[in-house]
Each structure stands twice: as structure tokens, then as C-alpha cells.
């Protein structure tokens, strides 16, 4: 019986060795193709590396105390800081903020948890395209419905900008993040007598809390380095700001407008500035992985 | 078919709704005529039965006879299901649950549920039990209402040390066991039980089982159940379900026989729960 079995075999099957060898083509192949991904892999990678390296390279000779303290320079003075850019950005992604967070989220916990599969489609389909629209056209609409209404650029504005940017972003993870956490959760909620609202509120929402900052975290972080829609909503002043219905500078902002002057104090605080900013993104993001890892599901 | 001909025809014969051979104890939860679609597919077909107090009552069945589908109605659960719909009447302390006077919130703190799945909140052992007394109203002594509910859950001595840690740390018999307390905390007066231990090992779904015993003499008991031994072992009476084609080609289930645990496994009236209960189908 035993021998039969193995002379179909051999009848069937080409005879080979048990022991590795690299000549057979199916091995060969394999090594070839698994030493072709890890170098494609390197060549993904080399942007990130590259950037950073640049920028670290070119900003960190003005990366002192100065830098973070001292207000910007006019045009030809020499020295001088980003400070008042700081502020401005952390003032104009706080506004964003404000505004994209909570309806955000509570747009997400419609979605999730109580509205009907197709106006959740349309709604989610909606927010998508929201996603992809430019950041220039959004920093043109809220030039058209805050600047021009109140007759003045300012942090308000570049906050209504960004926090439209954000929007879908806070929307899509909030959504997702309520959608892990398992149905039988909830029903456990309303099987010991919660209404739908504190079982939304006291079990389902702290369950998805980590996740939906993350998404939040992540929507900050892009928001930071926007630039266009800031140009002609928050503008720019080299002063520090004065009230969120005033221009304020912005670090992208900053970059932006340093990076095209003739003068290398200006240039060199643009290239700082870039570092200040590509840190801070850096910073979120890592923030965002922490938090992940503490999420319940 | 003669029980199919009462179910069909309850008001003719309404006794016959009790399990056959049922003493003269008290029924808590009695449906009349109760069939629940799923959209427009009909799930489960016009059951009428009665469960008695401080009993343990366990549902068998093939899958997809409607078992979970029915127990879902007895606290309102199914309302939480995109299109579903129940018709006829449950009835419960004389009121029928599905009338418009009713407030589902308020049902299901006096009729609580253990899940196949055990679901522990992902909140920290004592918040597992304080939340549901909480959002109730509970006036009394909260850490002594968590300790006598984990006691009476049997888990006490395992997780007295760490009440703060998460209920989700815990093993899935250990994670069933806090939901049944869960459950008990509310002083519900029905449990209901679906699949509890279908996802346990068998040291795990021992320690339920014997849980179950010890808990009929306060509550009562319906419990789903795949598995037969568990009926024979755990339950007082025994509802045998069992699932047809309808004119559609769609599978509803409906009751085939409902007796004392005894007569089910030991001399079933219909030939369909002879054969199921032999293992010889299903």
C-alpha cells in the first residue's frame, strides 16, 4: 500500500530534494522578488528622510531661544524670532478646532448610531468629497462668507478654513472608531436599561474616546501645515496678535512669505520655521500612535 | 401536528399553552400568537407559550428556528434591529410589553439578558455593575450592591483584589460571569440567557450551569441553548422549536413542543422533537 502510494507519486510529481537550493527557479524567483520589495521599500522611505534631513540641516542654526522668543523681523533688521507665529498658528488650528471637533464628532455619532443606511451613505459619500476638495477653493470660500461679511482678515477666519479641512477628516475616523466597538456592547448597555442616549454617551463614546483623539490628533496635524487657504483669510503680520478678529501670522504662512524674500536673516528664520512646524506634525503624529494604543478596541 | 394546530388556534385551548405536564405554578411571561418578521421574511410563527416563575425554561432548536429571535422579545431587544417587527402579545405582569404605553427602558431592568457573547462594558469591574444601578436610580449602598452581585455571580473571591481593573481583562468565563452579575444587580425578575455559554469551555460552562441552578430559586430562567445536554442538565421545562420553508422559500420558525424537560427527552410527543432530541437531525 505504502509503496504504491509513493511510486504514483513519483509518477506524478517531478522528483526534487527536500534541502534548500538556490538554482531551482521557484526559490530563486522568490529571493529575487523579496530583495526587490525591501528596496522598493527604502525608495518610499527616502522622501521622509530626505525632507527631514533637509530641513534639519537648514534650520538648525537659528534653532535657539531667540527663535522661540523674539517677535519677526521687518524686512533688512537682523535677528529676531518666529514667536508671534506660533501663537498665531496655535490660536488659528485652536479656532479649527473648536469649530470641527464637536460637530464633527457629533455628526459621526448620527452616523454611526442612529441614522438609517441611506442617508448615512449619502451623508458619508458627502463628507468624502468634502475631503477632496482643495485647500485653496476652501480658503476662497471662507475669504467670500468671514472676510468679506466682517470686512477684515482674521484668525477667525483662517480657523473657519481649516476647520472645514478638517471636518471630514474628524468625521471619517469618529465614524469609523464608534463602528468598532462591538454591537453586543450596546446591547449590554440597553439590556440593563439605558436610554439610547447614556448608552451613547457613558459606554459607546468613552469605548471609541482613544481612536476618535487620534483621528482628531491626525486632523490637527494637517491642518497645522495648511497654507493656501490661510493666504487670504488669517493673512499675515509680522506682529504679534492682538484678537482673533485681527490678522495673525501663521508658521505655513510664515514660510511662505520668508522663503521668496532676497534677504538671508528672513530666509534662514523661514527654513526654522519649517523645522518648528514639520516637529510640531511629528509630535501630533506620534501623540495620535500613543493614544491608539491605549484605545479599548 | 397538534400542538401547530393550537398554536394556530390559542383561544380554543388556551391551557395547552402552558408545558403539558406544568403544575399550577405561576406564569410570569406568556406570548399570545407571537410571530416576528424580519422585514417583510417572516422569522419566527405565531408562538404561544407560558413561562413559569422561578423556573429554568431552555429553548432548543436547529439554527435559524427563531430560538434568540423569540427570547429578544421578552425585553424588547429586537427594537434595537433595523425592521424588525413583532406581532401578537407578550405579556408580562398582565401587560403586554409591545403595547404603545409601554416604555422599553423600564422592561428591561426587570427583564435583564446574558448575551452569547459575554460583553462586558469596557469600564472597570465595579462600573460593570454601578453603571446599569446608576442610570436606574439606585438609591442603596452601591459597594455593597457590587460585592452581593459578584458573590451571587460566583466571581467574587476571583476579582475582589482588582475591581478597578477593566472587566475586559478578564477571562470569557470570568467576562460571563460579570455580566450575569450585571444582570442580577438590577434585582431583574426574569433572566434571560442566550447561548450563555456557547462560546466557554466546559470548566467555564459548568460554573455557569451550577450558577443557573442556584439562581432559579430567586429568578426566572429562559435560556437558549444548542446544546441538549445542557437543557436536560440546567432546565425544569423545555420548548423544542423547529424551522420550515414558507410559501416563499424563506425558513421560519415556530414552536413544535413545549413540556417538562423529562417528557421532551424521554417521550416527546412529535416525531420532528423524537428525532431532534436523538440527535438524529439538526
Known amino acids: 500500500m505504502t509503496a504504491s502510494t509513493q511510486d504514483r507519486h513519483s509518477e506524478e510529481f517531478p522528483t526534487s530534494k527536500m534541502e534548500k537550493s538556490y538554482s531551482t527557479p521557484r526559490t530563486a524567483i522568490n529571493l529575487a522578488l523579496t530583495i526587490l520589495a525591501f528596496l522598493l521599500l527604502g525608495v518610499a522611505l527616502l522622501p521622509l528622510f530626505l525632507v527631514i534631513g533637509y530641513v534639519i540641516v537648514k534650520g538648525a542654526n537659528r534653532l535657539n531661544l531667540e527663535l522661540f522668543t523674539g517677535s519677526i523681523p521687518a524686512a533688512l533688521q537682523q535677528g529676531g524670532g518666529i514667536a508671534p507665529a506660533i501663537v498665531g498658528t496655535l490660536i488659528v488650528v485652536g479656532i479649527a478646532a473648536a469649530i470641527s471637533i464637536p460637530f464633527g464628532v457629533l455628526a459621526a455619532i448620527y452616523l454611526s448610531e442612529f441614522s438609517s443606511g441611506k442617508i448615512a451613505w449619502w451623508v458619508r459619500f458627502a463628507t468624502n468629497v468634502l475631503s477632496g476638495v482643495p485647500s485653496i477653493i476652501v480658503g476662497i470660500f471662507a475669504y467670500g462668507v468671514i472676510v468679506v461679511t466682517t470686512g477684515t482678515y482674521s484668525a477667525v477666519a483662517g480657523g473657519f478654513a481649516l476647520a472645514i479641512l478638517m471636518l471630514p477628516i474628524v468625521v471619517r475616523t469618529a465614524d469609523e472608531s464608534l463602528q468598532l466597538v462591538p454591537q453586543e456592547v450596546r446591547w449590554a448597555s440597553v439590556g440593563v436599561g439605558s436610554s439610547d442616549f447614556q448608552t451613547v454617551l457613558r459606554i459607546v463614546l468613552p469605548a471609541a474616546m482613544g481612536a476618535i483623539a487620534t483621528g482628531v490628533t491626525l486632523a490637527i496635524a494637517r ?58 506634525i511629528l509630535l501630533a503624529s506620534i501623540l495620535a500612535r500613543w493614544v491608539a494604543s491605549k484605545s479599548t478596541y | 401536528m397538534s400542538s401547530r394546530n393550537w398554536a394556530e388556534n390559542p383561544q380554543t385551548d388556551d391551557s395547552s399553552a402552558k408545558p403539558r405536564q406544568a403544575n399550577a405554578s405561576e406564569s410570569v411571561l406568556r406570548t399570545e400568537k407571537v410571530s416576528v418578521y424580519y422585514g417583510e421574511t417572516l422569522a419566527v410563527q405565531e408562538v404561544s407559550m407560558d413561562i413559569l416563575k422561578n423556573s429554568v425554561t431552555a429553548f432548543i432548536g436547529p439554527s435559524g428556528c427563531g430560538k434568540s429571535t423569540l427570547i429578544r422579545c421578552f425585553n424588547r431587544l429586537n427594537d434595537l434591529i433595523d425592521g424588525c ?166 425558513r421560519y420558525g415556530y414552536l413544535v413542543e413545549y413540556d417538562k424537560t423529562e417528557a421532551i427527552f424521554q417521550s416527546p410527543q412529535e416525531e420532528s422533537t423524537k428525532q431532534y432530541v436523538s440527535g438524529r437531525f439538526g
Not at chain 1, 236 to 248: C, H, S
Not at chain 2, 198 to 210: G, H
Open chain 2, 85 to 250: 417587527r413583532v406581532e401578537g402579545k407578550v405579556i408580562y405582569r398582565g401587560k403586554d410589553l409591545y403595547s404603545s404605553k409601554i416604555d422599553p427602558v423600564a422592561v428591561r431592568r426587570r427583564i435583564g439578558m446574558v448575551f452569547q457573547k459575554p460583553n462586558p462594558f469596557p469600564k472597570s469591574i465595579y462600573e460593570n455593575i454601578a453603571y446599569g444601578a446608576r442610570i436606574n436610580g439606585f438609591k442603596g449602598d452601591m459597594d455593597e450592591l457590587v460585592e452581593r452581585s459578584l458573590q451571587r455571580a460566583a466571581i467574587w473571591n476571583e476579582v475582589k483584589d482588582k475591581l478597578k481593573t477593566s472587566g475586559l481583562s478578564l477571562s470569557g468565563g470570568q467576562q460571563q460571569r460579570l455580566c450575569i452579575a450585571r444582570a442580577i444587580a438590577l434585582k431583574p425578575e426574569v433572566v434571560l440567557m442566550d447561548e450563555p455559554a456557547s462560546s466557554l469551555d466546559p470548566v467555564s460552562t459548568q460554573r455557569i450551569e451550577e450558577l443557573i441552578h442556584e439562581l432559579k430559586q430567586d429568578y426566572t430562567i429562559v435560556i437558549v441553548t444548542h446544546n441538549m445536554q445542557q437543557a436536560t442538565r440546567i432546565s425544569d421545562y423545555t420548548a423544542f422549536f423547529n424551522a420550515e420553508a414558507g410559501k416563499n422559500g424563506k
Open chain 1, 223 to 280: 491642518a497645522a501645515g495648511e497654507t493656501a487657504p490661510l493666504i487670504f483669510t488669517a493673512l499675515f503680520t509680522q506682529f504679534w496678535p492682538r484678537g482673533i478678529w485681527e490678522p495673525v501670522p501663521t508658521l505655513s504662512v510664515l514660510i511662505f512669505n520668508f522663503a521668496g524674500l532676497p534677504y538671508q536673516n528672513q530666509q534662514e528664520l523661514a527654513w526654522a520655521a519649517s523645522l518648528i512646524l514639520v516637529l510640531l
